[in-house]
């Protein structure tokens, strides 16, 4: 089965500048992760949707991060304004409670550098 | 709260010695752990699981990992190192009702000839 897929792999932007990513995940996944993980540390959840509804997204800063995932599939995380301390690599999960919702299953990610 | 703390930033083992990566954990209740490994520019890729089944615990490429209880510890082990198993390794733990995953800072592996 594929895997989840992330795009872009890597963007720069300029500080105050939007960006967005986005992910699909492994197809008949319900559930679905955004992280985030900076240099040197364990990755950090940000969101966490069961289908389309966000179930969890206490970690999320609400004042320039919106994410969605329309119709429960593929999901989109936006931060705007970009500032210098949102450069990390952002990581997406799914897990599927048919199987364990214990195991996610990770994409590439997307590194994003602010500058 | 569960949290998770790996003791080592860096472990450096030449290829063919044994690798031991160290993970406690911290937990009010019986918890749920992981490793997961993470190779240069890839997502994070699932080693093993202990979910309070048998207390050793058989991973993929060789991996085992022995939840201790008495030692709040639940530390990764490979009997012989190979080059590609190089890579960061990050231990985690459940929360939030067993759906928040919460990583460790991380253990970076170097495997020397």
């Known amino acids: 089965e594929a895997g989840v897929v992330q795009s872009p792999r890597y963007k720069i932007i300029e500080k105050k500048q939007p960006v967005a990513f986005w992910c699909n995940p492994i197809s008949g996944h319900n559930t679905l992760y955004w992280y985030r993980q900076n240099l040197g540390q364990g990755p950090e959840l940000l969101i966490r949707y069961e289908n389309e509804e966000a179930v969890d997204d206490s970690q999320l800063p609400k004042d320039r991060f919106s994410a969605e995932r329309l119709k429960g599939v593929d999901s989109t995380l936006k931060i705007q304004p970009a500032e210098l301390g949102d450069s990390a690599v952002y990581l997406c999960a799914s897990s599927s409670h048919r199987r364990s919702s214990y195991e996610q299953y990770f994409g590439p990610g997307t590194r994003l550098t602010v500058t | 709260a569960q949290s998770v703390t790996q003791l080592d930033s860096h472990v450096s083992v030449s290829e063919g010695t044994p690798v031991l990566l160290r993970c406690n954990y911290s937990?009010?209740?019986?918890?749920?752990l992981f490793w997961y490994v993470q190779h240069p520019n890839k997502g994070l890729q699932l080693l093993l699981k202990y979910t309070s089944a048998a207390t050793l615990v058989k991973g993929i490429n060789g991996f085992e990992a022995e939840f201790k209880k008495s030692e709040t510890s639940f530390h990764l082990t490979k009997p012989s190192a190979h080059m590609s198993d190089a890579a960061e390794y990050f231990c985690g733990g459940l929360t939030g009702g067993g759906n928040k995953l919460t990583f460790g800072t991380g253990t970076q592996l170097k495997v020397e000839l």
């Open positions: 937990s009010s209740y019986s918890p749920s």
